[in-house]
Nanobody
Framework: QVQLVESGGGLVQAGGSLRLSCVVSGRTFSTYNMGWFRQAPGKEREFVAA????????YYADSVKGRFTISRDNTKDTLYLQMNSLKPEDTAIYYCAADSRFRRTVLVVSTGDYADWGQGTQVTVSS
């Protein structure tokens, strides 16, 4: 059974930082691209960042580029999202997700291309 468990969310003031983690079990973590998504109240789930299976390439939504950094540690089966210079508009539930395809050669941004999801962790940024 595949499990993705996020942690690290919380309440932070604008300009602050948080580091999210996602521990994956039940699948060979090191052979799948991974992504972070977020969903604010009343809005659709949106792409935040993605990283390929070996960590060599990353891709970001324009809204977080230069502020967020996605990384992974394949020895620990863990995905990370370092979030700096947080803004109130970053407030959302953040989800990690595993790509549905083994070693996909491109990074994808659609929720439909991700097969497994975590339960989410709340990030709230106060102004």
């Amino acid at each position: 059974q595949v499990q993705l468990v996020e942690s690290g969310g919380g309440l932070v003031q604008a300009g602050g930082s948080l580091r999210l983690s996602c521990v994956v079990s039940g699948r060979t973590f090191s052979t799948y691209n991974m992504g972070w998504f977020r969903q604010a109240p009343g809005k659709e789930r949106e792409f935040v960042a993605a990283i390929n299976w070996n960590g060599a390439s990353t891709y970001y939504a324009d809204s977080v580029k230069g502020r967020f950094t996605i990384s992974r540690d394949n020895t620990k089966d863990t995905l990370y999202l370092q979030m700096n210079s947080l803004k109130p508009e970053d407030t959302a539930i953040y989800y990690c997700a595993a790509d549905s395809r083994f070693r996909r050669t491109v990074l994808v941004v659609s929720t439909g291309d991700y097969a497994d999801w975590g339960q989410g962790t709340q990030v709230t940024v106060s102004s």
